[in-house]
């Protein structure tokens, strides 16, 4: 089976900018997640998807982080604009069920 | 929410000596997740532990849980280089959530 792909790998991008993240996750699974690592810290929760409705997007940080999920399959993630802050990696994973999480590679964020 | 501490953030340790790495959670969760991550490569499932007492092996990895006090502990037994990586624990909620350690950067040197 594919498993979880993610694109760009990497992206650098000044502050002030659009950056749209994507997500493919492996066929069938109905459950979508994105993280963000920043270096050093914890992988932390951004949001939640249940095919294609937000089943929990708490640790969305603010209003300029949108997630999208067409038709239940892949999802992107929009920063718009991009912030300092914003840098880091961000993984996507997909579970069926109630199973463990399989990861993306990740993008690497970088804002300048 | 799910706190997750994990400690240590970063180990070097020699090849053929024994670690352990400890994971402490906030409050109940009903599984516990231990993940490998390789420098540029996404992380990799080692462990699921779903209840109290419950042990799991991999070669030189060991996983524990012990829900009472809410700590899991990955024990790596005479290290060898291959086993350099970066370590998570996870802890899942019954609302379907995963909530992650700093993880543990583990470096073996000969």
């Known amino acids: 089976e594919a498993g979880v792909t993610q694109f760009p790998s990497h992206s650098v991008i000044e502050k002030g900018q659009t950056v749209t993240l994507r997500c493919d996750p492996i066929s069938g699974h109905d459950n979508l997640y994105w993280y963000r690592r920043v270096m050093g810290k914890e992988i932390k929760f951004l949001l939640h998807f249940v095919k294609e409705s937000k089943q929990d997007e708490s640790g969305m940080p603010n209003n300029r982080f949108l997630a999208e999920r067409t038709g239940g399959t892949y999802s992107t993630l929009k920063v718009q604009p991009a912030e300092l802050e914003d840098s880091g990696v961000y993984f996507c994973?997909?579970?069926?069920?109630?199973?463990?999480?399989?990861f993306g590679n990740g993008t690497r964020l970088t804002v300048t | 929410e799910l706190k997750v501490e994990q400690n240590p953030l970063f180990l070097s340790m020699q090849e053929g000596k024994n670690y352990t790495i400890y994971c402490n959670y906030s409050t109940t969760s009903d599984r516990l997740y231990w993940y490998r991550q390789d420098p540029g490569k996404s992380l990799e499932s080692l462990f699921v532990?779903?209840?109290?007492?419950a042990v799991k092996q991999e070669g030189r990895l060991m996983a524990s849980l012990d829900t009472k006090a809410r700590l899991s502990t990955l024990h790596i037994t005479a290290a060898v280089h291959d086993l350099s990586a970066t370590y998570f624990c996870a802890a899942h909620n019954t609302g379907n959530q995963f909530y992650f350690g700093t993880g543990t950067s583990l470096t073996v040197i000969p």
């Open positions: 532990l779903l209840s109290n007492g």
């Open positions: 994973a997909s579970s069926r069920d109630w199973g463990p999480l399989h």
